[in-house]
């Protein structure tokens, strides 16, 4: 990994992804394979200038399904990590957000 910019690929948007920016000022994103919790941190801070209380980051496994005719196994999508990034109770980040 060369810079902080190539830690974050792209923010993980779903029904619970939402739930938790609401409620729990949570933000989900899909890191690089070989991201640490301190390099998320940094990079959260450097580019979107927000105080983060804590970082997550957990392994999605690899979505696994069967051929029809002979059985066997196939990768249908490639796992990936992802990283819950907590931010302080008064920092937001604005992509995130919704019509204001």
Do not use: C, W
Not at 18 to 28: A, E, P
Not at 50 to 68: E, L, W
């Amino acid at each position: 990994m060369t810079t902080i910019y190539d830690v974050l690929r792209r923010p993980l948007v779903t029904e619970k992804s939402n739930y938790q920016v609401g409620k729990l000022h949570q933000y989900v994103f899909i890191v690089a394979d070989d991201a640490t919790r301190t390099l998320v941190k940094d990079a959260v801070e450097t580019l979107f200038d927000v105080k983060v209380v804590r970082v997550n980051i957990a392994n999605a496994p690899a979505k696994r399904t069967r051929r029809a005719r002979s059985r066997r196994l196939m990768i249908r999508d490639s796992g990936y990590k992802k990283a819950i990034v907590t931010l302080a109770a008064d920092d937001r980040i604005p992509i995130f957000e919704g019509v204001e």
